[in-house]
Structures are given as structure tokens and as C-alpha cells.
């Protein structure tokens, strides 16, 4: 399962990478072509993307290493900090774009407006749609982080080349200052991802507990399991993208070690058979056993 989790996350982020370096060069060609800085600042967000795609391969392929000497809880929170950089290259690409924009705009430069430059900045809207659906489908198989910015950045190139569309067609129509306007946007709307996807992961990387509902469902897991009179204390954190447990169930305390060690077992195997969970630590206490009514 594990083997098959790691092939569907590599693929996707090679078909992003495959795919941004072909739509970075077909960008470039079209910016520099019709002096469009709306079409260029797209193409600077595709090189950012051929890196960000790196950085992610990077970060999945450390992420998916088995635990060793060194990290002995595994390598889970390669995934974030891989995105985190990612974060970072997104919000510094969105103030380049804007601080590119406004020069545009005071000068008045305008792109020079061509039909078939125009239909291609169709058919990259067309692929990258086809990247998102396909890393999405990937998303909802792994639930990984690198994958879900993968899919935020395809979703959102799709309504910058969009906005570039805008632009593009308002000089055809006199309105120079459209282009910059609309690179300004793009701008903001990058920054704004950027920010989004590092606040996302921050909670990853500093061992944040999970939702209320997730150790709810923990509780349940545990109590279900025959010879657990309680649960004393439920603790999770996230230990990278996967979550530690710590859960103390209550025991009859005149059971045998040996019992009690049994019972300790199966929950924590039935615990650790929950999504996103890794690793789970049982503490047993014991309790008077309830005397019959």
C-alpha cells in the first residue's frame, strides 16, 4: 500500500514537472513574442513551478525513506518543509511580478496582440486543467501535502493564464493599462497562495494537535476493544504529514501482566490502523474492577 502511495505521489510530481517545463518555454516564447508582461509574469510563475517540482520530488522521495538510526520516527516532515520552500519562492515570485507590473504600468507599455499567440494561451489554460485533474485524483489517493500544492499551484495557473487572456485581448482594444493591471492581480493572487500553503503546512512542521473530531474517532478505536474499561487521556500531535498517538486505558488492575500487555497491543494496533496515523503509544492504568449491582 505504502510501495503503491509512493509511485502515485512520484507520478504526479513528475507530470507536474514534465509539464511546467513544457509550459514555461511555451510562456516565454509568447510573452517575449508579443511583449506581453502579463504572459511573461505566467511564465516566470511556470519556472518557479519547475523548481517548487523539484524541491516537492525532493521532499517525496526523502519523505517516503523507511526510519533509520538517524530518524528513527521516519522522515515525515520532509514533505512540509518542502513545501514551506515552495511557500516561500511563491510569495517572493508574486512581489517580482507586481514590482514588474506597476514599472509597465507608468511607462504604458502594451503587448502586441496576435490571434494564434492568443489561441495558445488557450491550449495551456487546456493542459493545465489536465495536470489538475490528474494530480487531484493523485491528492485523493495520498492525501499528500506536496501534492495538494501541486494541485492549489495547477488550479491557479489555470485563472492566471485566465487573467492574462484579459489583458492580452484589452490591447487589442487601446486599453494598454489592462495588461499591467492584470499582471498586478496575478501578482497578488500568487502572493496570496503562497501564504496559504505555508500557514497550511506550519502546523505540520511545529506538532500541532489534529482536529477534536480525529481523537474522537481514537477514542472510539481504543474503547472498542475488549477489556478497555475507559479511556483516562487521548494525545496526538503530528509528527511531519502522519500522527503520533498517545492513548492511557483503564484495565482491570487484578489482571496478569501478560493480560494486560495483550489487551495494550491490540489497541494500539487497531488505533494505528486509522488513516494518518504512524505510530500509537499505550499507557495501561489500572482501575478497580466494577463490582456487580
Not at 510530481?13 to 504572459?39: D, P, Q, R, W, Y
Request: aromatic share 8%; net charge positive.
Amino acid at each position: 500500500m505504502k510501495a503503491q502511495m509512493k509511485a502515485t505521489k512520484n507520478s504526479a510530481v513528475m507530470v507536474g514537472l514534465l509539464g511546467n517545463s513544457a509550459l514555461f518555454i511555451s510562456k516565454l516564447i509568447i510573452g517575449l513574442i508579443t511583449n506581453s508582461i502579463a504572459i511573461i509574469s505566467d511564465a516566470l510563475n511556470s519556472l518557479i513551478d519547475i523548481i517548487n517540482s523539484i524541491v516537492l520530488f525532493v521532499s517525496v522521495r526523502v519523505g517516503s525513506k523507511s526510519p533509520d538510526k538517524e530518524h528513527p520516527f521516519g522522515h515525515y516532515r520532509s514533505e512540509p518543509i518542502g513545501v514551506l520552500i515552495v511557500a516561500v519562492l511563491t510569495i517572493v515570485l508574486g512581489f517580482e511580478v507586481i514590482r514588474i507590473a506597476v514599472n509597465r504600468l507608468i511607462a504604458k507599455v502594451a503587448p502586441n496582440f496576435s490571434m494564434p499567440m492568443l489561441l495558445m494561451l488557450f491550449a495551456i489554460i487546456i493542459a493545465k486543467s489536465a495536470m489538475y485533474f490528474y494530480t487531484k485524483a493523485a491528492w485523493k489517493k495520498t492525501k499528500s501535502t506536496a501534492l495538494f500544492a501541486f494541485m492549489a499551484d495547477h488550479r491557479n495557473d489555470i485563472w492566471i493564464a485566465s487573467g492574462a487572456i484579459i489583458g492580452f485581448i484589452g490591447s487589442n482594444y487601446n486599453l494598454a493599462f489592462l495588461d499591467p493591471l492584470v499582471a498586478i492581480f496575478i501578482g497578488l493572487w500568487i502572493i496570496k497562495v503562497g501564504w496559504g500553503i505555508g500557514i497550511s503546512n506550519i502546523k505540520f512542521l511545529m506538532g500541532e494537535a489534529p482536529k477534536k473530531e480525529f481523537l474522537e474517532k481514537i477514542k472510539d478505536a481504543a474503547s472498542n476493544i475488549e477489556g478497555v474499561k475507559g479511556i483516562h487521556q487521548v494525545k496526538a500531535h503530528y509528527v511531519g504529514t502522519l500522527v503520533e498517538v498517545e492513548v492511557h486505558i483503564m484495565v482491570d488492575r487484578d489482571l496478569t501482566v501478560y493480560r494486560a500487555h495483550a489487551i495494550g497491543r491490540k489497541v494500539e494496533k487497531k488505533v494505528e490502523m486509522l488513516k494518518d496515523v504512524e505510530k500509537a503509544f499505550v499507557h495501561i492504568d489500572p482501575v478497580i474492577k466494577s463490582k456487580p449491582h
